[in-house]
């Protein structure tokens, strides 16, 4: 069974601060992985999407990596602000399955301080 | 562009009521449309997909079902609410190439 694991669960650092969020996940078949953010009383806004055959995928100051291999990504976020405060969730579609089965690590609460 | 839309954004129900969530998505045709229910502490669970009109398929047996009457709208309800459905409810769509997945600003249920 598919397991996705962010750690850590919550992490605040100081505005500038160029920082890594983690999710690993235990099935290594997977179709893509997308990472959200989740503003508090909010919908999931789609940050990146990293198809199998993809190591990594850029947005302004985001980066998403992937390694199938060892079962990780990386969301690296450059030179932090307070509006990067939110909960970040990471999440893997499997080949075959249920279609449409996103499953989803439980986020990582980020805390930007001026 | 493509946008969706899910109503009502609130919602505040006493037990054994009728429950009906709507969302609609604008700017594409025939999309894959999902819910999803996300309660504190256990993260995002899918509860019911749809590849077009009148097809549904349910991940998770409960008290809820949905209905695609139209190509891009899709309807959550419930004949008769229980404490345990309470949560945040949020609509999605799908992109069929690419698979990736875009989220409504979902709808925050408390049954009473």
């Known amino acids: 069974k598919q397991e996705v694991t962010q750690i850590p669960a919550a992490l605040s650092v100081p505005e500038g601060e160029n920082l890594v969020l983690n999710c690993s996940f235990t099935?290594?078949?997977?179709?893509?992985l997308q990472w959200f953010r989740q503003d508090p009383g909010k919908g999931l806004t789609s940050l990146l999407l990293i198809q199998s055959s993809q190591r990594e995928q850029t947005s302004g100051r985001l980066n998403a990596s992937l390694d199938k291999s060892s079962g990780r990504s990386t969301l690296y976020i450059a030179a932090s602000q307070p509006g990067d405060s939110a909960t970040y969730l990471c999440?893997?579609?499997?080949?075959?399955?249920?279609?449409?089965?996103?499953?989803f690590g439980k986020g990582t609460k980020l805390s930007v301080k001026p | 562009s493509q946008t969706i839309h899910q109503w009502p954004a609130t919602l505040v129900q006493p037990v054994g009521s009728p429950l009906s969530l709507e969302c609609t998505v604008e700017?594409?045709?025939?999309?894959?449309l999902y819910w999803y229910r996300q309660a504190a502490g256990r993260g995002l669970q899918l509860l019911f997909y749809?590849?077009?009109?009148?097809?549904i398929s349910s991940e998770v047996p409960q008290n809820l079902s949905a209905s695609r009457p139209q190509d891009r709208q899709f309807i959550l309800s419930s004949k008769k609410l229980l404490l345990s459905d309470s949560g945040f409810y949020l609509c999605a769509w799908s992109v069929a190439d690419t698979g990736e997945l875009f989220f409504g600003e979902g709808s925050r249920l408390t049954v009473l």
């Open positions: 749809s590849v077009g009109i009148g097809q």
């Open positions: 099935d290594s078949a997977i179709y893509n």
């Open positions: 999440a893997v579609r499997l080949y075959g399955g249920s279609q449409g089965n996103l499953i």
């Open positions: 700017g594409t045709s025939n999309p894959n």
